[in-house]
């Protein structure tokens, strides 16, 4: 004797399989729920946000500054033309963990691209080199 679902039941299983026939690909919003079990659809830039994560591809001249709120923080900025990075930790000061080329964490040093603290918040990021085009993770827990 064949056992019929409930027609709630089916609607539900017909959900899943239209969902797991879903093509891969890279996703512009994700579906989730909040805090209080509503459905969301943040973009993944929200989503980011919430997590404490930053990231940046900045098109610099030289003499530019970019100001990262990012306090307590974990940071890794790149530039492919000169195959230069710094790597460190922002916690009311920047500590270097890692650096190679023309990096520095000094203020106003000419010939690199410097790293320096504004205040216990921010970060500024200033290039004084040529024009870059500069990658830049921050890892905040704030």
């Not at 539900?12 to 512009?28: K, S, Y």
């Not at 404490?52 to 098109?59: L, N, P, R």
């Not at 216990?120 to 990021?125: A, G, K, L, M, R």
């Amino acid at each position: 004797m064949p056992c019929s679902l409930p027609l709630k039941c089916e609607n539900i299983m017909a959900d899943d399989i239209r969902e797991n026939a879903m093509a891969g690909g890279t996703p512009a919003r994700l579906r989730g729920l909040d805090a209080n079990g509503n459905s969301i659809s943040p973009t993944l830039e929200e989503v980011m946000n919430a997590m404490g994560i930053y990231t940046k591809k900045w098109d610099s001249n030289k003499g530019d500054l970019l100001e990262i709120n990012a306090p307590y923080s974990i940071f890794i900025i790149g530039e492919s033309v000169i195959g230069g990075h710094i790597m460190g930790v922002f916690a009311n000061n920047i500590t270097v963990l890692s650096k190679a080329r023309q990096f520095s964490e000094t203020k106003d040093q000419e010939g690199t691209i410097n790293i320096y603290r504004k205040d216990e918040h921010s970060i500024i990021v200033q290039n004084n080199i040529e024009k870059m085009n500069i990658r830049i993770l921050f890892l905040s827990s704030y």
